[in-house]
């Protein structure tokens, strides 16, 4: 509570600053700071993408628009549509980045490290993503540590009118969004239904049966202007899955599994201004997740046992900023989190776990000087489990107006506090304490507008300690470890325009990651048997390559290229390998490119996509299959 202390302190000091004529710089709404910000003045590495960006991916689900377009962020699914998709930024594990939709924080409180998966969301209700990669716990709190992704939902502008697009393709795939929206003066508004299905592909590779897959998302958002000073929003979001799924072992009968999903979001946000130089925003959020799976006993009957999960979130929040002068503005704020998991491990139990998390947090955002710009950020959370733990973060941004490069560097301190799931299987659940990490990167992006070349480069180093695993010889009984975990790399960023027509990119990731096993060198090669014997981290290629390429064949028309090349990784075994003892192995590694032509037809725009256009046969997790060759084509109303 005394560093709380402190940057109260420095902004009462701030408040005395002598104000001056204010600068004309563009603002992007970003998220590092909960405030508008203008990119230029941000030291986090923060990457938006735009619905625009979103719209000319063509592609249903947001897991597969954001695989081929960020740098520093690795893709994983488990078979086809509907199958868990998982990202990791810089090399850590999905559990270390949190995601907000909407303001609301969505985790599934019944896994083990309160996981969140990206299969279930739909692009066509996106309006807006921007992932803030780092330590981001000084904003976000606890599982913040490897960086924060916020997903913000289409809402109405201009014309009232409906709207509608449409998708098929390969394994009888239907994608179909109907939408009605537009603003006035003093209102927007906009509801949107869509619906996906697919016969799919078989999850596993050791059989040929399809898993179809269907979704259904319902979102509104309205938004009223009360006053000049007042206005509010809300948003109610919910999207009810069906998925068919193998099992892992193809010695059981597991062959065609079921998975019921519905996940629910409301909020409400009121925005007020009691001041001139004061913005005030009270958020209620309210998360609903629940999963019903009819699995089959064991390998030795048909039995079907239905087995349910529910995961409950709802937050409080009050977020203020206050514009000191123009050199200087204060972002400051309460929030109260409210977790609850409940879940049938079997037909006679029924286990329920809840918790509470309340936090403060306060970040200074201020110009030092001509051109540097700096961020001091603290948050303090307090857990209903006698733990408490405080994040900082402070971020520098620097324009060198004679380089025309802008320099960017951050360090950050971050927790992530025991999930739900792991104190509950914990034997001893007050013997756990927060998983603890800091992290460091420094970056540059740099104009050569003579030459139509961008370049954005970043290097980063994290280390975290006390990571909670947990043994499988044990029941999973959850333990924090000795030892620390690192995850060092590069990330490169290159777009390049060499004629009117032609636009080029290029991104590369290098992730040098340890694990923090008991290696005497984590750069050791696989072994005889094919196994693993480095310390790399799971799922993790060491080298990631993205290259694209959009070429105007005409004023109305452009083909599209896209190849990405992963790097061998590290999976988990399992008992079906090496004598079930669940020896890690070796995932080989890959390349698939995609062709995409989109066109403009009157008040249609249409597009054509073959995906994995070679039919390259690879896995992104051990025994799960990946998508083979896939052609695609959809339309979109234009007003």
Do not use: C
Not at 231 to 253: C, E, G, M, P
Not at 622 to 632: C, D, K
């Amino acid at each position: 509570m005394k560093k709380i202390y402190y940057f109260f302190t420095l902004f009462l000091v701030l408040i005395n600053f002598n104000d001056v004529v204010a600068e004309n710089i563009p603002i992007i709404v970003i998220s590092p700071s909960k405030t508008p910000q203008s990119t230029s003045t941000v030291g986090t590495s923060v990457t938006v993408l735009s619905e625009k960006d979103l719209d000319n991916s063509n592609k249903s689900f947001l897991g597969d628009s954001l695989n081929k377009s960020v740098t520093g962020l690795n893709f994983f699914q488990t078979g086809g549509a509907g199958t868990q998709m998982g990202i990791q930024l810089r090399g850590l594990p999905k559990a270390y980045t949190t995601v907000y939709v909407d303001g609301v924080k969505k985790a599934d409180s019944t896994t083990p490290k309160n996981d969140f998966y990206f299969d279930d969301i739909l692009t066509g209700q996106v309006s807006r993503v921007e992932i803030l990669k780092g330590n981001q716990s000084s904003m976000y709190g606890s599982g913040a540590m490897g960086g924060a992704i916020n997903i913000f939902s289409k809402q109405g502008k201009g014309e009232f009118k409906k709207d509608y697009a449409y998708i098929a393709g390969s394994d009888k795939t239907h994608n179909l969004n109907l939408f009605y929206g537009g603003s006035d003066n003093k209102k927007d508004f906009y509801i949107g239904l869509e619906r996906f299905q697919t016969d799919g592909l078989s999850a596993m590779n050791h059989n040929d049966e399809s898993d179809p897959y269907k979704n259904h998302t319902f979102l509104t958002n309205y938004g009223y202007k009360i006053s000049d000073k007042l206005d509010v929003r809300t948003i109610y979001k919910i999207t009810d899955s069906k998925l068919h799924y193998d099992a892992i072992k193809s010695d059981f009968n597991q062959i065609d599994n079921k998975s019921h999903e519905k996940d629910s979001s409301a909020t409400v946000q009121v925005n007020y201004q009691p001041l001139s130089k004061m913005e005030s925003s009270l958020i209620l959020g309210s998360g609903y997740m629940s999963r019903t799976a009819d699995n089959i006993k064991s390998q030795f009957a048909n039995e079907v046992v239905e087995q349910n999960y529910w995961s409950y979130r709802n937050t409080v929040s009050l977020n203020n900023s206050y514009k000191v002068n123009s050199k200087h503005n204060v972002a400051f704020g309460l929030e109260k989190e409210f977790e609850e998991m409940r879940y049938n491990p079997s037909e006679t139990e029924d286990v329920r776990r809840g918790e509470e998390i309340s936090s403060q947090y306060i970040d200074v955002q201020s110009k030092l000087m001509n051109n540097l710009h700096a961020t001091f950020g603290m948050r303090f959370d307090q857990h209903s489990q006698n733990l408490n733990e405080d994040s900082e973060r402070v971020s520098l941004a620097y324009f060198s107006n004679s380089l025309d490069a802008t320099f960017k560097s951050s360090y950050g301190t971050g927790i992530k506090f025991p999930s739900l799931y792991e104190f509950h299987k914990s034997s001893n659940p007050s013997s756990l304490v927060a998983e603890k990490g800091r992290s460091f990167d420094l970056g540059m992006q740099k104009n050569f507008i003579e030459e139509g070349i961008n370049i954005d480069l970043t290097f980063f180093n994290h280390k975290y300690e006390d990571t909670i695993e947990g043994w499988k010889a044990a029941g999973w009984t959850p333990l924090n470890m000795a030892g620390v975990v690192r995850t060092r790399g590069i990330e490169l960023l290159s777009k390049f325009k060499p004629k009117k027509d032609l636009d080029l990119d290029f991104g590369y990731t290098y992730n040098s990651t340890y694990d923090g096993a008991d290696f005497d060198d984590p750069d050791l090669g696989p072994g005889s048997a094919g196994n693993f014997l480095n310390s790399q981290m799971v799922r993790v290629p060491r080298h990631l390559v993205n290259v694209g390429a959009n070429y105007a064949i005409a004023d109305d028309m452009i083909l599209g290229w896209k190849t990405k090349w992963s790097d061998t990784v590290r999976d988990y075994g399992n008992n079906n390998d090496a004598g079930g003892n669940f020896a890690d192995m070796r995932l080989k590694s890959y390349s698939v490119s995609d062709l995409s032509l989109d066109f403009l037809y009157g008040d249609y725009k249409g597009f054509v996509n073959l995906t994995n256009i070679f039919n390259e046969k690879y896995s992104q997790a051990l025994q799960f299959s990946a998508p083979e060759r896939a052609l695609n084509f959809g339309f979109k109303k234009l007003y």
